[in-house]
């Protein structure tokens, strides 16, 4: 009897080792599963916006085991006893329609994202691979309701469930905007000081936002506030000063001056950029300023540029200015 219990003993592992031939059991270190993607997932979306762009969560549905042809290894991985994996993909969409601005969000922060699945939560990944990947969750039922997105940026964050009620709290603005940015054409209407008459191609880009990675949110500069963001582009392609005593007043620009924005009779909280430069048209400035604003839709904003120029055997400074109102979007408003 003992060796006939002890071959059956036999029979059973070698049952059980057979049966789990090509299957890796799981080592529960972290709820991420490494070494594993899920390809394409379809499920529940939950998506938010952020500073640098749209945010999509996709979660299908829950597995028992991870199939071999979704990891690396080439070996199936079953799921510990009471827990299953959640297939889960992340893509991260174009920016906000900043073309124009000339903002630089190469080097902003990312979202910080957490998947809270029946009031526990899940962090994912700050880079999530391309093709997804699984978390390891308890085996229970997950209602929509209970399914919910938390994204920090910054200090700000905002939650989406999956049924798509929605907390947005500093972040709403970035819901309202636009898509790129038109040109609004500043070529006529400039002022001379000295009196001269200038040929000026110029175009504005103006957009108002609610974040901005040097300064960081304009609400917590003021209640309601937002970056109202101005990147102007002119080029003084000639310059003449009246004709005195039968001689000609044409200019000669050997230097692109500089430039400045006021919006609303204020100066830029912060100068982005400013960039002059001779090119084959003419002198060219490109200046950006950001200005606090919060009230209505529409700002005017002064344009100055001082050009050095020689004329009659003397060097004269001119001073071009061009203001015009602006739409600023998103509910912004009077400059602050």
């Known amino acids: 009897m003992r060796v006939a219990g002890a071959v059956l003993v036999v029979v059973v592992v070698s049952l059980v080792v057979a049966g789990l031939a090509g299957q890796r059991p799981e080592s529960p270190a972290t709820s991420t599963v490494a070494g594993a993607s899920p390809g394409s997932v379809r499920g529940t ?199 005195r005593g039968g001689s000609s007043g044409a200019c000669t620009l050997v230097l692109p001056g500089s430039g400045r924005l006021q919006l609303d009779g204020e100066a830029p909280r912060s100068v982005l950029t400013s960039v002059a430069r001779s090119i084959p048209l003419g002198q060219e400035v490109r200046t950006t300023g950001a200005f606090l604003t919060v009230g209505v839709d529409r700002a005017r904003l002064r344009i100055v540029r001082d050009v050095p120029c020689l004329a009659r055997g003397s060097r004269f400074d001119l001073r071009l200015v061009r203001a015009r109102a602006v739409d600023l979007g998103a509910g912004a408003g009077r400059a602050r």
Do not use: N
């Open 45 to 243: 979306t939950l998506w938010v916006r952020v500073p640098t762009g749209k945010v999509e969560v996709v979660v299908g549905d829950p597995v028992a085991t991870i199939p071999a042809g979704r990891t690396e290894s080439g070996e199936s991985i079953a799921a510990a006893p009471g827990m299953r994996f959640l297939p889960v993909g992340v893509s991260v969409g174009a920016g906000l329609g900043l073309r124009g601005l000339g903002v630089d969000f190469s080097e902003a922060p990312r979202a910080a994202l957490t998947l809270r699945l029946a009031g526990e939560g899940f962090d994912l990944p700050a880079v999530v691979p391309t093709d997804g990947l699984y978390l390891r969750i308890p085996s229970a039922a997950i209602e929509p309701e209970q399914l919910q997105l938390v994204a920090e940026y910054d200090g700000v964050t905002q939650t989406v469930d999956g049924t798509g009620e929605r907390e947005r709290g500093a972040a709403a603005a970035l819901y309202g905007l636009p898509g790129d940015v038109p040109a609004q054409p500043c070529h006529r209407g400039w002022r001379a000081r000295p009196r001269a008459t200038v040929v000026v191609s110029c175009s504005a880009y103006v957009q108002s936002l609610p974040y901005l990675p040097e300064l960081g949110w304009a609400g917590r500069a003021e209640p309601g506030a937002l970056w109202s963001v101005a990147a102007v582009t002119s080029v003084l392609e000639s310059a003449s000063l009246p004709a």
